[in-house]
């Protein structure tokens, strides 16, 4: 398939039309090639789209959906984490989690605490603004999911549960056998 030039490239409307349409081409190009690949590109098409609808919704609140996200893992984790549990829980690099951690330093929503015992470690609170901002933001992507995963039944929202978490767990064991460190003991999907 020929990808266009940057020239002549659709805006707005249309190129999220032609987004869909390349993601959905390309769904079918992979089809009967490898166990699973179409599927993997439905499911990341699936989760691009859900990701931004997720970061319109909360476009008033001020907070992108990384945020929130790091927000979440704090409060999950007992409003105290280090850099690299936080990365670990979000699945993200520490060069993103040192942007997202800065940007919400700037709000107060977090504050950086550094270890004096060992200084390679940077512990992240959250704080009584980040609290209130997490319990102002949480209900509008609840209610977007809600939205969302209404489309399945109960039935078909718990097999897609097992499934997700089945390909996770082997993704995230993958990914450290990758890594070369221990299981990083990921927490059951928060909800």
């Known amino acids: 398939m020929e990808v266009a030039n940057e020239k002549h490239r659709p805006s707005g409307a249309a190129e999220e039309e032609s987004e869909m349409t390349i993601g959905a081409e390309r769904h079918a190009e992979v089809e009967g090639k490898a166990r699973g690949m179409a599927e993997w590109f ?24 990384p945020q929130l996200h790091l927000l979440h893992v704090l409060k999950q984790g007992g409003g105290i984490l280090t850099t ?16 997202l951690v800065d940007r919400l330093e700037v709000q107060n929503f977090v504050e950086r605490q550094f270890d004096r015992r060992d200084r390679r470690k940077t512990w992240v609170r959250l704080t009584a603004k980040g609290e209130r901002k997490w319990e102002e933001a949480m209900p509008v992507a609840s209610r977007l999911a809600e939205e969302v995963f209404s489309t399945l ?15 996770r767990t082997v993704a995230l064991k993958r990914l450290d056998e990758a890594l070369g460190r221990s299981p990083s003991g990921m927490p059951p999907a928060q909800s």
Request: aromatic share 6%.
């Open 42 to 65: 439905m499911l990341y098409h699936t989760h691009n789209a859900i990701f931004k609808l997720t970061e319109l919704a909360l476009l008033p609140q001020n907070l992108s959906l």
């Open 84 to 99: 690299g549990e936080i990365g670990r829980a979000m699945v993200k690099a520490s060069q993103t989690i040192t942007g």
């Open 153 to 167: 039944t109960d039935e078909e929202l718990r097999g897609f549960d097992a499934s997700t978490d089945k390909l």
